[in-house]
T-cell receptor
Framework: AQTVTQSQPEMSVQEAETVTLSCTYD???????LFWYKQPPSRQMILVIR??????QNATENRFSVNFQKAAKSFSLKISDSQLGDAAMYFC???????????FGAGTTVTVRA | NAGVTQTPKFRVLKTGQSMTLLCAQD?????MYWYRQDPGMGLRLIHY???????AKGEVPDGYNVSRLKKQNFLLGLESAAPSQTSVYFC???????????FGSGTRLTVV
């Protein structure tokens, strides 16, 4: 199974500021998909952003953007203009093109200070 | 608009009891999954199914069984519950996985 590592158990950010969550993964494949999921206190898993490995361009969804470094096997998430509603646990996830299983990192809890 | 529905949402079991968690999806998805979420460990795959009538083991299958007799339903069974199975269980489904997976709202299971 692929290994997904999130080295930051917790991150804190001031409202309206920017926070970056790190994620690294281990794979021998050249093509795969990467995801960031948000889990608020409601427990619901919400897809934030996705990246296809064969695309060089970093994905962006409104205030959320990624820095995808394929050679370094790194997939960080940047949350800009942080809002109170961004407070949640964030999971990085990996899926290969040949396997329909999704592998998750341990998660990063984001706290937003008012 | 239901998506993925999990029942029950909460359950307390005594050690040795059995139970079945039900996952139902109305999106005609081929692939379905059961994960467990424990603090500091993210979501770990228990079992999954690539189509009606098929099941396969994931990362942590011991102590669980599954069945997928109908395409829309994926059942997770605990034959003899143990305290180590105290967790939050998530069901997920997808057609291709390329655009993401749809998750249920989770079942919090406590085994005492």
């Amino acid at each position: 199974a692929q290994t997904v590592t999130q080295s930051q158990p917790e991150m804190s950010v001031q409202e309206a500021e920017t926070v970056t969550l790190s994620c690294t993964y281990d794979t021998s494949e050249s093509d795969y998909y990467l995801f960031w999921y948000k889990q608020p206190p409601s427990r619901q898993m919400i897809l934030v952003i996705r990246q296809e490995a064969y695309k060089q361009q970093n994905a962006t969804e409104n205030r959320f953007s990624v820095n995808f470094q394929k050679a370094a096997k790194s997939f960080s998430l940047k949350i800009s203009d942080s809002q109170l509603g961004d407070a949640a646990m964030y999971f990085c996830a990996y899926r290969s093109v040949t396997d329909y299983k999704l592998s998750f990192g341990a998660g990063t809890t984001v706290t937003v200070r008012a | 608009n239901a998506g993925v529905t999990q029942t029950p949402k909460f359950r307390v079991l005594k050690t040795g009891q059995s139970m079945t968690l039900l996952c139902a999806q109305d999106m005609n998805h081929e692939y379905m999954y059961w994960y467990r979420q424990d603090p500091g460990m993210g979501l770990r795959l228990i079992h999954y199914s690539v189509g009606e009538g098929t099941t396969a083991k994931g990362e942590v299958p011991d102590g669980y069984n599954v069945s997928r007799l109908k395409k829309q339903n994926f059942l997770l069974g605990l034959e003899s519950a143990a305290p180590s199975q105290t967790s939050v269980y998530f069901c997920a489904s997808t057609n291709t996985g390329i655009y993401g997976y749809t998750f249920g709202s989770g079942t919090r299971l406590t085994v005492v």
